[in-house]
């Protein structure tokens, strides 16, 4: 904003007026080159508009997450401030606001007088306008220098005041600058403008105060430190609050009576939130600000750099409503706290996502976010900043165990094999894919098996998903490629943070254990993935924001950012399958039990998901979905992943699940998912599998576990390595697949050649005549070669 002064012919006057600054605090050696400086002061006044913290809140719109700002500020419109407080505050400042042109004559007198008769400069004659004016001029002051001259004592200073505010003056009205006077001034704790006061120092809007409040707050100006009423001197306050009562009597505002009214009452102190630090820190709703804040730094359109877009958060004044629902976030928080305590190494953690809209709705764990760890015990706990629901930093986020199977199935399901689709499933497997030691290798083979031996059987995707059958997962990637499954949850959000997994995923062709969940990813980023499949294969980029408003009221909320990854019947058939885990059933074929039977029982509604939990049981999750809400729960110890969880542990995942979404569908009963209308094959008629135990009901078939208690079956029954194609071998019959004949002599259905790379079979053919040339040929053939012509 730029106001000219133009010609005033009262600069003569104010000039000559300057003959006073001596006894108004300004050396007298310096009144001559004071007087000859006014004239040479520019006439423009420029007035960036003043920086405001922005405000958090959740989806309410009335609940505050956090604010983010140097300055705790909430600017406020003239109709949003009580009348009684601009009366207080002119009253106490400038009576005769409304008389002068932003310079006092009249005042100056009176200050003159006073200083004169104390010995001392006890008035400075500051019009409010000439204070506002000094408040700006810190505001732009682009060097420490410049700021300290803003409000140094010296004829320059007041000289620059007074010329600016006669040209304020000129360009606004009354109403005006005391309205912008009051979003400037500040007022003690933390509190800039007297929108933040009222909240601060009474836990209400400015519009809402009455005359004792106003009293106090406008006694603050002058010196928010020596009549602080929250922890400064409380009589001291009190007092000015009186002196302020006397000087509203004295200008006519109020009468005798109101003002003895008022002084025999108690300061009014009903404090609100206390500004702290800004951000994150100190939050009830932590690891959601911290997530949110994160998210703003990333937004191309708040500016350039990280660093340009967080000074426009902390600066801009932005009004944000949240997708953070309180009421489900206090269901979440109760579910996880009536299974783990804060203090717990252990951390249960859940994030619920909106299908379709990518709005994040719960982020919620047993910690507290807080920076105070000088009561932590061993690890970070119960006090940590570390991003444990969104990851970021160094913070990668946790093995997911047999989630991942799903991006195997979908893999699978574009390929375009059915649901049907039927695979032998030994307990244990020899795979193509080279092992790397352990109880899960054979040979130079790795060879996964199943939780129990009651899984070995011939399954097809419903009975395989929903009872968490390793083996014919293994088969199943082997038959799409792992490739395809990687490249299947990148397309669905998952990005690769550690190095491990990002030297896998650029080999993705030889990454068999992928299926298994072995690579780290983190609650939102899950959450994210299977909200997809409840939006028929759209997926939405999570976001903390439902609304978006700049200081000027207007909606910049930026537009959901989706995108149609699968072919919407590839996603309800995977949903149909993922019913069978919940106990829910399948729409169009036969599920043989659940590894989460219980959950369909607790959510009362249609429900489908996912558990899955590491080797060793280092971590359990379970992801699931209804038609409006995506949840993904997990539990591990963060600082230390070897601190293995007990067997009873491994459900808790899926007990918090259940809890949230059944409060979800509580508020919201609506939907149903669609079955698919391709992509089932035989359905109902496939007789394969276990069959449930009493009739076709899902989840009462043998093997029903309410956990998934391990994704490579050497969790509670370790199998020893046994030679390949041995008598022991429980896997596939056929020759050994040590050698190059054997390799090649094994299975020729061309599978597992597929994704073998001629790097490995060179290794394999070491020391054999013509070998290498042989593996080059090979290795060549088979990438160039269309999978499905192995098939």
């Not at 649901?419 to 790397?436: C, E, K, M, N, V």
């Not at 590894?595 to 080797?615: L, M």
Request: aromatic share 8%.
């Amino acid at each position: 904003m730029l106001w000219r002064l133009g010609r005033l012919s009262v600069i003569t006057g104010m000039v000559a007026a300057l003959g006073l600054l001596p006894l108004l605090g300004v050396s007298g050696l310096a009144l001559k080159a004071g007087a000859d400086g006014f004239t040479s002061l520019p006439a423009d006044f420029t007035l960036p508009r003043v920086p405001e913290a922005s405000t958090l809140y959740a989806s309410d719109g009335e609940t505050v997450i956090a604010t983010f700002g140097d300055q705790y500020r909430i600017n406020s419109d003239s109709e949003d401030i009580a009348e009684v407080l601009k009366q207080a505050i002119v009253a106490a400042e400038d009576a005769r606001f409304y008389e002068h042109n932003g310079v006092d004559s009249k005042g100056i007198v009176r200050a003159l007088v006073s200083n004169f008769s104390s010995g001392e400069v006890t008035e400075g004659a500051s019009t409010i306008t000439m204070q506002y004016v000094r408040q700006v001029l810190v505001y732009t002051a682009e060097s420490p220098d410049e700021a300290e001259a803003a409000i140094e004592t010296s004829p320059d200073r007041k000289l620059r005041e007074m010329r600016y505010a006669l040209a304020v003056e000129q360009a606004m009205t009354k109403d005006e600058i005391l309205t912008v006077y009051l979003n400037t001034v500040y007022f003690g704790h933390g509190a800039y403008g007297v929108g933040s006061a009222a909240r601060v120092y009474f836990g209400k809007n400015a519009d809402e105060l009455d005359l004792n409040e106003a009293a106090t707050l406008a006694g603050l100006v002058q010196s928010p430190s020596e009549y602080d009423p929250i922890s400064g001197d409380a009589e001291a306050a009190k007092d000015r609050r009186d002196y302020v009562l006397d000087r509203m009597v004295d200008v006519g505002t109020i009468d005798a009576a109101e003002a003895a009214e008022v002084a025999a009452t108690p300061l009014p102190l009903h404090p609100g939130t206390l500004p702290g630090d800004s951000g994150a820190d100190g939050s009830e709703y932590g690891f959601f600000a911290d997530y949110f804040e994160s998210w703003w730094s990333r937004q191309e359109q708040f500016g350039s750099t990280v660093q340009e877009r967080l000074a426009l958060l902390n600066g801009g004044g932005y009004h944000i409503v949240s997708s953070l629902d309180v009421g489900l976030q206090k269901a979440a928080e109760d579910a996880i706290a009536a299974q783990q305590p804060k203090d717990s190494p252990y951390a249960l953690g859940s994030v619920v996502v909106e299908p379709g809209t990518g709005q994040v709705k719960v982020m919620a764990v047993n910690r507290n976010y807080s920076a105070d760890t000088e009561d932590n015990g061993d690890g970070n706990y119960p006090n940590t900043t570390n991003p444990l629901l969104s990851g970021g930093s160094d913070f990668h986020g946790y093995q997911a165990g047999s989630t991942f199977k799903m991006f195997t199935m979908l893999a699978a399901l574009e390929a375009g094999m059915n649901l049907d689709t039927a695979i032998y499933s030994p307990h244990r497997y020899t795979s193509q894919y080279f092992g790397g030691g352990g109880t899960s290798s054979c040979g130079v083979y790795w060879c996964p098996s199943n939780d129990n031996t009651s899984m070995t059987g011939t399954h097809n995707m419903w009975t395989a998903f929903g009872r968490s059958v390793n083996t014919y997962f293994v088969q199943l990637e082997e038959r799409v490629g792992a490739d395809k499954a990687v490249e299947m949850a990148e397309r669905l959000g998952l990005e690769w943070t550690t190095d491990v997994d990002r030297t896998q995923a650029a080999a993705a062709v030889d990454w068999g254990s992928f299926t298994l969940g072995v690579a780290s990813v983190t609650p939102l980023q899950m959450a994210a993935a299977y909200a997809a499949l409840a939006a028929d294969g759209e997926y939405a980029e999570p976001t903390p924001i439902a609304e978006l408003r700049d200081f000027n009221g207007a909606d910049v909320t930026p537009e959901p950012r989706t995108e149609q990854v699968l072919e919407p019947d590839v996603a309800r058939a995977a949903v149909d399958a993922a019913r069978c885990t919940t106990g829910y059933g399948a729409a169009s074929g036969a599920c043989a039990g659940g590894t989460a039977g219980q959950v369909a029982g607790i959510v009362g509604g249609p429900v489908a998901g996912k558990t899955g939990t590491t080797d060793g049981d280092s971590t359990a999750w379970f992801t699931g979905f209804t038609p409006n809400l995506a949840v993904a729960s997990f539990m591990a110890d963060p600082d230390d992943p070897g601190n293995l969880l007990q067997p009873w542990m491994t459900s808790m995942p899926t007990n918090v699940s259940a809890q949230v979404l059944a409060a979800g569908w509580r508020a919201d009963p609506s939907g149903e998912f669609t079955p698919p209308q391709e992509l089932v094959g035989n359905g109902f008629n496939t007789g394969i599998g276990q069959p449930p135990g009493d009739g076709d009901e899902p989840g009462d078939g043998p093997g029903d576990d309410t956990t998934d208690p391990g994704d490579t079956g050497d969790d509670e029954d370790p199998t020893e390595p046994v030679e390949p194609g041995g008598p022991d071998d429980p896997g596939n019959p056929g020759g050994p697949p040590g050698d190059l004949p054997g390799l090649f002599g094994r299975r020729q259905t061309g599978l597992e050649a597929v994704s073998y790379s001629s790097n490995h079979i060179k290794e394999l053919s070491a020391g054999q005549p013509d070998a290498p040339g042989v593996a080059d040929a090979a290795g060549s053939v088979l990438r160039s070669s269309a999978r499905r012509d192995f098939f």
